[in-house]
């Protein structure tokens, strides 16, 4: 009943199109270029040609093809911008939306998995989906109480088709890599392709949801719908009305990306805090700007407070029950303090630097700083030039940071936190939006501020009474 293509053999011909494209495409060029067109104005046009297809490909196969562009497309900022501005309207896209389900087949997922008297559930359901996604595509409904409700339906074959996209997409690694500069694509692929079994199991995400709901239930900045009914492939939370992310990033004023930018960072540090969780899926189609909650100071319909936000889908987490390491916020603090020997010190113990390599402290401090640029100020605007810079800095191989950057190593544990930390701040430069980050540090990252009862972290002897 599925229509979404399965057999390894249909998806990874249709996978092979985009390097074979990618060649084609320099072929047609150079013969532009000979028949008299500029090269400028061939490069653009190769370039919007070449979105045209990667969205094409990656939407029609959903399945991990469109969970790798989604990924791809918060990193959109690192690209250089002549070539950023053919890809960023097609990668967005990946972001909100993709080719739908045939009703026939929704319908018959929805009576397979909530019985076939389904319709009883509901008051209505709207059988247009609101969204589309990599493995699965949400429609709005009434629940049976009366209750606006969000139904995601997991696309039949899903599972299988995760893990051959995945497959597949690592071969060619090499080809899209340059999408985004500074970036290794096959260790995100081989990350994506170890969450596949989390994300397919919508009871553990209604589990991780019911938790975030609980614990942001009355926050005024941030908003978790509940989980009203959880079946085989199929999850009924609340609705949410807002802006999509997205959609602020095309079109917000200043003050709704400044504050889009505060809240995402706040709720990114604030998670692993208040839940032990880490929302580990950072891209705009997951979050909403909403209104203010009506308070008996504000008016009516609460106009007069602040926007929230809106966080939805959370089928990847990762675990972290003590919160955030505190390796890393001391890490931050101590190279924001310019203590090289301390840092290269911690950062040998965490793994981060190999037992066989030596590296210069000095050096490492000098990779770092720039990157950690938006917690040394009070307020940083992340801007896409910026991250760009630090991409280019990186990726170089005429770069000092770029023959550093090869020596390090990133422990397996940091994985997932360290996607997260660079999509999430991917989208801040998208949105460039102004951001009191270090206010979020010192409230939420365990370490980031100096402990005064640890005379290690003061250079003093211990207090003592009296």
């Not at 067109?37 to 045209?52: G, H, M, N, P, Y």
């Not at 959109?76 to 909100?96: H, N, V």
């Not at 949105?431 to 980050?437: D, E, N, P, Y």
């Amino acid at each position: 009943m599925s229509d979404l293509p399965r057999k390894a053999v249909t998806r990874t011909a249709k996978l092979a199109t985009l390097p074979l494209g990618f060649a084609g495409r320099a072929t047609w060029g150079l013969g532009k270029r000979i028949g008299g067109k500029s090269a400028e104005i061939v490069a653009r046009e190769l370039q919007q040609r070449t979105a045209d297809q990667l969205f094409k490909v990656l939407g029609e196969l959903k399945g991990g093809a469109m969970k790798f562009g989604q990924a791809l497309s918060v990193f959109e900022s690192a690209l250089p911008e002549e070539i950023a501005g053919p890809y960023r309207a097609a990668l967005t896209k990946l972001q909100e939306a993709a080719p739908p389900m045939p009703v026939r087949t929704v319908h018959a997922v929805l009576a397979e998995r909530l019985g076939e008297e389904w319709r009883e559930l509901f008051l209505e359901f709207e059988d247009k989906p609101s969204a589309a996604a990599s493995i699965g595509q949400v429609h709005r409904a009434v629940w049976h109480d009366g209750r606006q409700v969000a139904v995601k339906v997991q696309y039949p074959g899903a599972g299988e088709a995760l893990l051959s996209d995945l497959a597949q997409l690592s071969r060619f690694a090499r080809l899209l890599g340059p999408l985004i500069p500074g970036m290794d694509i096959k260790p995100l692929i081989t990350e994506l392709r170890d969450r596949v079994s989390e994300e397919l199991d919508y009871a553990l995400e209604a589990e991780s949801q019911r938790e975030h709901a609980a614990e942001f239930a009355d926050d005024p900045d941030v908003v978790v719908p509940d989980v009203v009914h959880q079946g085989d492939q199929v999850l009924v939370t609340e609705w949410i009305d807002g802006i999509p992310l997205s959609e602020v990033i095309s079109d917000g004023t200043p003050e709704q990306r400044d504050r889009a930018g505060q809240l995402l960072a706040r709720f990114l540090f604030s998670g692993p805090a208040r839940t032990g969780l880490l929302h580990a899926d950072p891209h705009p189609g997951n979050f909403r700007l909403l209104p203010a909650a009506a308070s008996d100071e504000d008016g009516p319909d609460g106009e007069d407070g602040e926007l929230r936000l809106g966080v939805l889908d959370f089928g990847t987490v990762d675990r972290l029950p003590g919160g955030l390491p505190g390796t890393i916020g001391e890490a931050l603090r101590l190279t924001l303090e310019s203590d090289a020997e301390a840092v290269y010190d911690l950062l040998r113990e965490e793994g981060f630097v190999k037992e066989s390599i030596d590296l210069d402290p000095d050096a490492v401090l000098d990779y770092l700083h720039p990157i950690i640029e938006p917690a040394a100020v009070d307020e940083f605007t992340f801007t896409r030039s910026w991250m760009r810079d630090q991409a280019a800095r990186i990726a170089d191989p005429r770069s000092p940071a770029h023959q550093l950057g090869k020596q390090l190593n990133l422990p397996p544990s940091y994985l997932l936190i360290h996607r997260v930390t660079l999509s999430t701040i991917g989208v801040l430069c998208q949105l460039s939006a102004t951001v009191r980050l270090r206010d979020e540090l010192e409230a939420w990252l365990p370490g980031f501020v100096a402990d005064p009862f640890i005379p290690e972290q003061q250079g003093e002897t211990e207090p003592v009474d009296g």
